[in-house]
């Protein structure tokens, strides 16, 4: 069974479907697309746009269109996801309106799936795809405060902003979008950030920035930070503390890139101002670490996501440090029935990264149900003694949104060896 019907499920049922694999595919929505389809409640809002481009991040057997922007909108993803599933005909074997609540084992030993809290079915395997960014992180600051708080997951249009003093906290892509958003359409907006970051333009002497990253020869992480750090710092974008925006504390490519600079061009006009951290909130007002005071109306937290499991017994998914204990991001290390597929964070778009990754687990089914069942006992035996490092010498940061942080060109390269070797 593969659970959800975004990218990474859609995927997914693609592969297992040209390897004549019999599956069911559920989401809890009404259609295609997971949180590309605005009109459910999810991460995406409507002036999200792809912060890597086109040409980086389709799907490996289906490119995006070539009179595709180079960074399209949320409406042109979500139409791109589900043409694809059209075209592989997978819509029609959706079964919408069904969320999985429990997966456990039975006296049996079977994986039993509790659907909408009733209904009962046994699977010999479920792949995990739902994505990672359902479960607001919301930070607990002291004091009471009287106006209206809420987590980027509810955030959808600039709509919500006119007319209110808006403070956005957090200066990931969601948080920069939004108070890119708040600068045109708030009556004031501030932005608030702990630490600092370094912020790369979409293009580079007039190229994608990942397409003029993919351009040169591949160089040593050292040299590569050097580079980069030079291009950014002396020519591209400058000194981000001219802006009021705190110095990075760490190199470049070692926290997930911030893909805007128009963040910067609205706190050098003054349409967004700077913060850091916050102190204490008050009721109509937010006291920062600086000692400055703001009326605030409106407190967007853009703090990332919760990464949890809800549905699934934590025997099935075992964890360390509250995160699963994944081979390759996909493998319960334990359980050889239980798979995640989209559940990583990289330096790339992930649309082809999580192909590879159905690439892997759909010529492992297939070749164990053809009868190579050495071959998958070797690979399971594998995946219990193999620690692969994906980092390609990069000290990310050590957060929990970069736990399963990967540098794209070695994930891609190990996994293709693995499919080589195994799938």
Avoid at 5 to 25: E, L, M, Q
Avoid at 95 to 104: A, C, L, P, R
Avoid at 375 to 403: M, V
Avoid at 407 to 416: L, M, N, R
Wanted: aromatic share 12%; proline share 6%; with cysteine.
């Amino acid at each position: 069974m593969i659970i959800g019907a975004g990218p990474s499920g859609i995927i997914t049922a693609v592969r297992f479907k040209k390897k004549g694999i019999k599956f069911d595919i559920v989401d809890k929505g009404n259609t295609v697309g997971g949180m590309w389809d605005i009109s459910r409640q999810s991460a995406v809002y409507s002036t999200a746009h792809f912060i890597s481009s086109k040409t980086q991040s389709g799907f490996l057997d289906y490119p995006m269109p070539n009179d595709y922007p180079d960074y399209p909108n949320h409406q042109k993803i979500l139409q791109y996801i589900q043409d694809y599933a059209t075209k592989n005909q997978i819509t029609d074997q959706v079964k919408f309106n069904q969320e999985v609540t429990s997966i456990h084992k039975n006296k049996n030993q079977q994986i039993e799936v509790e659907f909408n809290g009733d209904r009962l079915q046994i699977y010999r395997g479920v792949i995990i795809a739902n994505g990672r960014n359902w479960y607001p992180n919301e930070p607990d600051y002291q004091g009471p405060f009287e106006g209206e708080q809420m987590h980027s997951f509810h955030y959808k249009e600039p709509s919500q902003l006119i007319g209110k003093n808006v403070l956005i906290v957090g200066a990931g892509n969601s948080g920069c979008d939004i108070a890119c958003d708040a600068a045109k359409f708030a009556k004031r907006a501030f932005l608030s950030q702990r630490r600092g970051y370094y912020f790369i333009p979409k293009y580079v002497f007039g190229i994608p920035s990942d397409v003029f990253a993919n351009k040169g020869p591949t160089l040593p992480t050292r040299l590569e930070q050097a580079v980069f750090q030079f291009l950014l710092n002396k020519i591209l974008v400058g000194d981000v503390t001219k802006f009021g925006l705190p110095k990075p504390d760490h190199k470049i490519f070692e926290s997930h890139p911030i893909m805007n600079t128009q963040v910067l061009n609205y706190l050098g006009h003054g349409d967004l101002t700077p913060k850091p951290d916050i102190e204490v909130l008050r009721s109509n007002s937010v006291k920062f670490k600086n000692g400055t005071i703001e009326s605030v109306d409106l407190i967007i937290y853009a703090t990332g996501y919760k990464q949890l499991f809800p549905f699934i017994k934590t025997d099935l998914l075992p964890q360390v440090n509250g995160l699963p204990d994944l081979y390759y991001n996909i493998f319960s290390k334990t359980e050889d029935e239980i798979f995640l597929v989209g559940y990583m964070e990289a330096d790339g778009g992930l649309f082809p990264l999580a192909c590879l990754q159905a690439d892997l687990i759909s010529g492992l089914i297939a070749r164990n149900l053809s009868g190579e069942q050495d071959n998958w006992d070797r690979f399971h035996a594998l995946k219990r003694k193999d620690f692969p490092d994906f980092s390609g010498g990069t000290n990310y940061l050590p957060t929990e949104r970069h736990a399963y942080y990967t540098k794209s060109e070695v994930y891609q390269k190990k996994i293709k060896n693995l499919i080589k070797k195994f799938g």
